[in-house]
């Protein structure tokens, strides 16, 4: 019995398939089965009552063994037939297509949080705009010269595509009045030829602060806070006049080239310094547009090229890249969280 026991492990473990394993049952359970024939050829006549009883016990053991031992073989079988292939772990996992934000998005995304701790609110305004807000509004009457700078969409009903977020200024002060810090970021069209560095369809970001005595420290003392934030390190700025009408005194904002801190290199085109915005104090007029008194309050505003900026932070060498659709451009930026 230990050997007939032994035996038929034995050849479980080397029947692999189900005819194999069934092979087995009948050499050992069938009715010529080694087993079967233990007790067929027993004989019992010779045994004493004792060694009959330990006899039956043994071989009711050996069957129950070799019934058990073949059962599980079998499920063993079945489960590895259904099993699934296994897996490869060292496989690159599947893509699942994410999306990704877009240059302009991430810098949008990043400015609203640096002013939004400055506790300016961010607001949204309209593309097709009134010739009111786009120029009356910021003091830019019908027959300025100031409307040749701006190519202007004009569409049948004599509303227009906006053609700069200043728009936004005397809608804000009309609506919330005085003290008021807001941002509004968004897209702008103009008529331009289309090139390397003109699209007739970019971004900017307009800030507007206005509270009693705003003077042009507080304009240089935000900047360069918002600045600092954006760049990572402290800049260095500087104001020269630049004329805007709806802005008095106008300035144009320069940093120091922060790739050869103000040596003199090609990205600032040997000046130590880049031409980062326009800004100024509210003119009077604006302010009267909205509603606010300018004897009581004055303010200050600026306008952000942010197409211009998500090309200076990314090194992005072509403007038409930004509205090419071309998702190869996208996925080069962080995937959306
Ligand atoms: N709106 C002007 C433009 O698009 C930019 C600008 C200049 C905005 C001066 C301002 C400012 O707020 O103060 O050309």
Not at 203 to 214: A, K, N, S
Not at 249 to 276: H, N, V, Y
Not at 306 to 311: D, F, K
Request: hydrophobic share 40%; glycine share 6%.
């Amino acid at each position: 019995m230990q050997e007939i026991r032994a035996q038929l492990s034995e050849d479980l473990t080397a029947a692999t398939t189900d005819q194999d394993i069934e092979a087995v049952r009948v050499r050992y359970l069938g009715r010529k089965g080694a087993i079967t024939l233990l007790r067929k050829n027993a004989d019992f006549s010779a045994m004493s009552g004792a060694e009959r009883k330990r006899f039956g016990q043994q071989f009711n053991e050996l069957k129950r063994f070799a019934e058990q031992q073949i059962a599980a073989a079998q499920a063993r079988q079945t489960s590895t037939a259904l099993a699934p292939p296994s897996i490869d772990m060292t496989l690159p996992g599947l893509n699942n297509h994410l999306g990704h934000l877009h240059p302009i998005s991430l810098v949008q995304m990043e400015l609203e949080e640096i002013f939004q701790s400055l506790g300016f609110m961010i607001l949204d305004g309209y593309h097709v705009e009134t010739d009111f807000y786009n120029f009356e509004s910021l003091n830019i009457p019908r027959d300025h010269p100031a409307r040749d700078m701006q190519d202007t969409y004009w569409l049948k009903n004599g509303l227009l595509l906006r053609t700069h977020t200043s728009a936004n200024q005397v809608r804000a002060l009309e609506h919330y009045g005085a003290p008021v810090r807001a941002i509004f970021p968004g897209r702008c069209f103009r008529n331009e030829a289309i090139d390397p560095s003109h699209e007739n369809t970019f971004y900017q970001l307009e800030g507007l602060m206005v509270d009693r005595e705003i003077s042009v420290a507080n304009l240089i003392a935000v900047m360069r806070t918002v600045l600092a934030a954006i760049f990572h390190r402290e800049v260095t700025v500087r104001l020269r006049p630049g004329y805007f009408p709806f802005v008095e005194p106008g300035f144009e904002l320069d940093i120091q080239c922060l790739i050869c801190a103000g040596e003199g290199c090609s990205t600032c085109k040997k000046s130590g310094w880049i031409e980062l915005l326009p800004c100024g104090l509210v003119h009077p007029r604006v302010l009267e547009f909205g509603q606010v008194d300018p004897d009581r309050y004055s303010g200050f505003a600026f306008g952000l090229g942010l197409t211009r900026l998500a090309m200076m932070k990314y090194n992005i060498p072509d403007i038409r890249l930004l509205n090419s659709g071309d998702l190869r451009f996208c996925e080069q930026f962080p995937a959306a969280v």
